[in-house]
C-alpha cells in the first residue's frame, strides 16, 4: 500500500490555450472580450495603495454584493460571489447535489459540468441535444436530482426564451434548476426575472466575458435567501476568503459603469452579426448565436484543418476533439479589424 493508492482519480477539465508566441495574435479561443475593462477600474487600480493588501478582504465580498443587489434589484441575502463563475458553480454542484437520483444536464454542453459531478461523487445523466443541437424539455421530466442548463448553451451558442426556462421549473418544482448564463448579456434574456416566483431557481453569470474581467476571475448566483444561504455555509466550511480584495474593488467598478458595459455588449453583438454574414458567404454553417462566440462547421473542409490554417497566421479558434462536435469550431467575437483579418485568412484558407 502506497500513498499513490489514495490519490484522488480525476479527469480534469481542459482549458483553451493561452497561447505562447512571438508577435501579434489573434485569440479566439477562450471566449474572452476583445475590450478592455470600464475605464473606471483603471482609475480605481492606480489608487490602490500596497497596504491595501495587508488585512484580509470582507468575507462576504459585501460592497460586490450590495453592487450586484443594486444592478439587478434583489437584496444582498440573495447574492453569492466567487472566484469566477467556475467556483462558483463548483460550490453550488457541492452545495445542491447531494441526492442520490441523477443531476441532469445536455451531452453538448459546458465540460466543467461533469467534471465536477465526478469530483463531487455526484451521479448525473447526459440527455443527448437534438439533431440541430436544440434542447428537449420532455427529456427532463424523468426523477432527477437537479438540473444545469447553460443558456446560452456553450459551445452551441443557442439561447431558449425564458418560457423555456420557466417550463422547465414548472416541469421540475422539487429540483434545484441552475441557469448558467455566462453569455446572456450578448442579446439573451435572463431568468433573474423568474426569481421571485421559483425558488428553486439559481441564476449564475461572470464578470469574464460581458464584462471583459476574466483575469480577475468574479462570478457571482442570484437566488432565494435560502438557496443563497446554503450555498455561503458550503463556502464557509470550505474556504472563508475567496474573493481577493482588489477583485471586490474592481467589481464593484465594473457594475457602475452601466453605460460602457451596455456600448461594448452592443458593439459585440453588431461585429457578431457581420461575422455570420461573413461566414455563411464562405461556406460555413451554424446554429444561430445569442453568445460572442459563432460555433461553425464547414460544407466542405474539416474543422481541423481550418484551425491549423488558421493557426499557421497566429489566429487561434477552439476546436473539440469529441463526438458530434469534432467538425466544429468555437470562434470567439473580437474586434472589427480582428474579425476582417480571420474572414481574409479563411478565403485563404478555404480556397486551398
Ligand atoms: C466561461 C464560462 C464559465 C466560467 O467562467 P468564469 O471565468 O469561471 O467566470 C461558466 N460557464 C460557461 C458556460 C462558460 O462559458
Not at 36 to 56: H, I, N, Q, T
Not at 124 to 149: A, H, Q, S, T
Not at 242 to 254: C, F, I, K
Request: proline residues 6%.
Amino acid at each position: 500500500m502506497s500513498f499513490k493508492d489514495n490519490i484522488r482519480k480525476v479527469t480534469p477539465y481542459v482549458a483553451g490555450e493561452q497561447p505562447k508566441v512571438e508577435g501579434k495574435i489573434i485569440k479566439l479561443n477562450t471566449n474572452e472580450n476583445p475590450y478592455p475593462p470600464a475605464p473606471g477600474v483603471r482609475k480605481l487600480m492606480d489608487e490602490m495603495r500596497l497596504s491595501d493588501l495587508r488585512l484580509y478582504p470582507n468575507t462576504f465580498a459585501e460592497p460586490l454584493r450590495k453592487e450586484l443587489a443594486a444592478r439587478y434589484d434583489l437584496k444582498n441575502e440573495n447574492i453569492f460571489v466567487g472566484v469566477g463563475s467556475d467556483d462558483v458553480l463548483a460550490m453550488a454542484f457541492l452545495t445542491f447535489f447531494a441526492g442520490e437520483k441523477p443531476v441532469l444536464f445536455p451531452d453538448i454542453t459546458y465540460s466543467f459540468y461533469d467534471v465536477w459531478a465526478e469530483l463531487f461523487k455526484i451521479p448525473y445523466k447526459r440527455i443527448p441535444l437534438d439533431e440541430e443541437f436544440k434542447i428537449n424539455i420532455n427529456d427532463y421530466k424523468e426523477p432527477n436530482g437537479g438540473i444545469v442548463i447553460a443558456n446560452p448553451n456553450a459551445p452551441t451558442g443557442i439561447c431558449e426564451p425564458l418560457s423555456f426556462i420557466e417550463e422547465m421549473l414548472k416541469n421540475n418544482p422539487d429540483s434545484l434548476v441552475i441557469v448558467d448564463e455566462a453569455y446572456i448579456d450578448f442579446g439573451g434574456e435572463s431568468a433573474v426575472s423568474l426569481l421571485s416566483k421559483y425558488e428553486n431557481l439559481l441564476v449564475v453569470q461572470t464578470f469574464s466575458k460581458s464584462r471583459s474581467m476574466a483575469g480577475l476571475r468574479i462570478g457571482f448566483a442570484m437566488g432565494s435567501t435560502e438557496v443563497i444561504s446554503a450555498m455561503d455555509a458550503v463556502k464557509n466550511s470550505y474556504n472563508s476568503y475567496t474573493m481577493n480584495y482588489p477583485s471586490q474593488v474592481l467589481g464593484v467598478e465594473a457594475v457602475r459603469d452601466e453605460a460602457y458595459f451596455k456600448e461594448t455588449c452592443e458593439k459585440i453583438i453588431a461585429t457578431r452579426e457581420r461575422s455570420k454574414k461573413e461566414l455563411a458567404a464562405l461556406g460555413f454553417t451554424f446554429p444561430d448565436s445569442k453568445t460572442n462566440f459563432i460555433f461553425a462547421t464547414h460544407k466542405t473542409m474539416r474543422a481541423e484543418d481550418i484551425a491549423a490554417g488558421l493557426r499557421k497566421k497566429n489566429i487561434f479558434v477552439r476546436h473539440f476533439s469529441k463526438p458530434r462536435i469534432d467538425n466544429y469550431l468555437r470562434i470567439s467575437i473580437g474586434t472589427d479589424e480582428e474579425m476582417d483579418t480571420v474572414f481574409a485568412v479563411l478565403k485563404e484558407v478555404i480556397h486551398k
